[in-house]
């Protein structure tokens, strides 16, 4: 999904998935696990085409500095 279009097909037609009860799609992170990243769901209304984005800077922020240095490697 860039600029709020299908990365396949460049529909406009973004269907955001709520997430079901207590399988809330999220990417854990800290030593311990003891934080999650939460994770958004998209599905283009035209091709069928899945992407999941996070959608806070701020989790992103994280995520770079809990697996960042595993890319160099």
């Known amino acids: 999904m860039q600029n709020n279009k299908c990365t396949k ?3 406009p ?7 079901v009860p207590g ?5 854990v ?3 311990r696990g003891m934080r999650a990243v939460a994770v958004r ?5 035209q091709c069928g085409f899945i992407e999941e984005w ?3 800077t701020t989790d ?3 995520l770079r500095k809990e697996y960042g ?3 160099a490697d």
């Open 69 to 71: 240095h595993s890319l």
């Open 13 to 19: 037609e973004l269907l955001p998935i709520p997430p």
């Open 41 to 45: 769901k998209y599905v283009c209304g």
């Open 54 to 56: 996070v959608e806070h």
């Open 9 to 11: 097909c460049s529909s």
């Open 23 to 27: 399988e809330e799609p999220r990417i």
């Open 60 to 62: 992103l922020a994280e």
């Open 29 to 31: 992170i800290g030593e």
